[in-house]
């Protein structure tokens, strides 16, 4: 399997609502991709030197193409602005093979999604997967206005084959108002798996909505960081492979300490929400602040995301 960061070409850009494209990319050698399931995301590494991650919304059958989408943000930090103006059909551009930290439970007797915006794009790729199986499905997509609702025809097509419904809220429209989450969450069949991926006013709505609900019935798909990084410092990050020792002053996080000592650490987002700087953890108590872990998994600390997370103790021992 495909591991390392490989060289795709972009064969179209297309428009698919005011500020959002989306790009289809190939191979450039053979004729498939590393596999990936429903919900998963790649890297981009950007000619800037940027990494940014995009999910997959195309169907998870499909070997000869990833295809994602890309909403022009006006807060960008420069990657969508670079994909919008900069990224053309025919051009060879590097990506991370598909990591999945929003995976679909397909066997779920009961499945609801809830998406507003971009957050569309890693379900619209759950729902073609549950189609395809024949189990059925529910969304609700909010938006600002029906002409700025991306992929509206796909998911009207899908709902017409019968196995699912698509609810669409235009918050902007005459009439329209903001979804009620609870009220939604509240009326949901008690085995339901519910899904969540949107702006953070409404990830923080819906994770207020399901806080009884058992953990492994609730998935929630964050594309921003919820709370700043830990950064206190005053801490010393041993290398176990090298034994060798970096201190971690304040106002620094655990990756820049890395990067400032030459240790080049795979990363991406730098805020804690795509996994690619996961690194397993030998000694120390870290201070966790991503949201790829789950909570188990952040009170084992076996692992950790160095980009955002600090440490409780004097001394944390990396697996690097």
């Known amino acids: ?6 060289e795709v070409r972009v064969k179209t850009l297309i428009w698919e609502a ?3 494209v989306s790009a289809d990319l190939r191979p450039l050698e053979g004729n ?26 195309n169907a998870q059958s499909e070997r000869h193409r990833y295809v994602i989408a890309v909403q022009r943000d006006r807060t960008s930090r420069g990657g969508s602005l670079w994909i919008h103006d900069k990224l053309g059909a025919g051009d060879v551009i590097k990506i991370s093979p598909p990591r999945n930290n929003f995976a679909l439970a397909e066997g779920a007797p009961s499945t609801i999604f809830i998406a ?33 609702t991306a992929f509206i025809n796909e998911l009207e097509a899908l709902a017409a084959n019968g196995r699912g ?14 979804i009620d989450l609870a009220a939604l969450t509240a009326a949901a069949p008690k085995d339901a798996h519910l899904y969540c991926c949107g702006p953070l006013p409404m990830l923080a709505a819906f994770e207020a909505a399901t806080a009884a ?20 410092g005053g801490f010393t990050v ?5 034994g060798r020792e970096i201190k971690v002053d304040p106002g620094v996080s655990i990756i820049n300490a890395l990067f400032r000592a030459g240790v080049n650490h795979p990363s991406s987002c730098l805020e804690g929400v795509c996994g690619a700087c996961e690194t397993p953890v030998l000694e120390g108590i870290p201070d966790h602040r991503d949201l790829v872990l789950t909570e188990s998994e952040q009170r084992a600390n076996r692992t950790m995301m160095i980009c955002c997370s600090g440490c409780k103790s004097e001394r944390l021992v990396l697996d690097i």
Not at 42 to 50: A, E, K, Q
Not at 127 to 141: A, E, K, S
Not at 165 to 178: C, L, T
């Open 1 to 6: 399997m495909q591991i390392e960061p490989f």
């Open 18 to 20: 005011p500020g959002i």
């Open 32 to 57: 498939v991709l590393p596999p990936f399931t429903a919900g998963a995301h790649i890297d981009l590494h950007l000619s800037t030197g940027l990494v940014r991650s995009y999910s997959l919304l």
């Open 116 to 148: 507003g915006g971009i957050g569309i794009t890693p379900i619209l790729g759950m729902v073609r997967q549950l189609d395809m199986l024949g189990h059925p499905w529910q969304l609700h997509y909010c938006t600002r206005t029906r002409a700025g």
């Open 165 to 178: 419904a698509v609810r669409f809220n235009f918050d902007e429209e005459p009439g329209g108002k903001m």
């Open 213 to 232: 609900w058992p953990r492994e019935q609730v998935h929630v798909e964050y594309f921003t960081a919820k709370e700043a990084p830990a950064v206190a």
């Open 238 to 242: 041993v290398l176990a492979k090298s």
